[in-house]
């Protein structure tokens, strides 16, 4: 592999390390886990994702009462301050890393060299700017 691509992914990753978006996810994690009742919804969550997996994994649809449950876990998570601003701050997140990968891909594919966005680059995209 070539030196300079190993050092230009090191600078890559220096200022994802950097960015006001992972900062803020991992601030909003931290705030999260410091919430007893975020923690008693996230474990309500995962015991229903672990029932759900085991009965697709039977080959089963879910049942009403599983839906139901399914949307009641959701309420409770959106309806509550800290897991919904870590919610928000890891889709914030995660678009920083989508439009990452986006320059990579079209420099990559010889799409749009002139660095222009497409109509798939939304706010986050860092490409526009």
């Known amino acids: 592999?070539?030196?300079?691509?190993?050092?230009?992914?090191n600078?890559?990753?220096?200022a994802i390390t950097e960015s006001s978006e992972?900062?803020?996810?991992?601030q909003a994690e931290l705030d999260m886990n410091k919430d007893p009742?975020?923690?008693?919804i996230i474990a309500e969550f995962q015991e229903k994702q672990k029932q759900v997996y085991e009965i697709q994994t039977r080959g089963e649809q879910?049942?009403?009462q599983d839906k139901k449950d399914?949307?009641?876990i959701e309420g409770k998570m959106s309806g509550n301050p800290s897991i919904k601003a870590y919610m928000e701050a890891t889709d914030k997140f995660e678009g920083l890393l989508k439009g990452v990968n986006m320059i990579i891909t079209r420099a990559l594919s010889g799409e749009d060299e002139a660095g222009g966005c497409?109509?798939?680059?939304?706010p986050s995209c860092g490409g526009c700017n």
Request: overall charge negative.
């Open 70 to 72: 399914i949307e009641a």
């Open 11 to 14: 600078e890559l990753a220096e």
């Open 22 to 26: 992972l900062a803020a996810m991992r």
């Open 1 to 9: 592999m070539s030196a300079v691509i190993m050092e230009k992914a």
């Open 62 to 64: 879910l049942g009403e």
């Open 37 to 40: 009742e975020a923690e008693k």
């Open 118 to 122: 497409g109509s798939d680059c939304g």
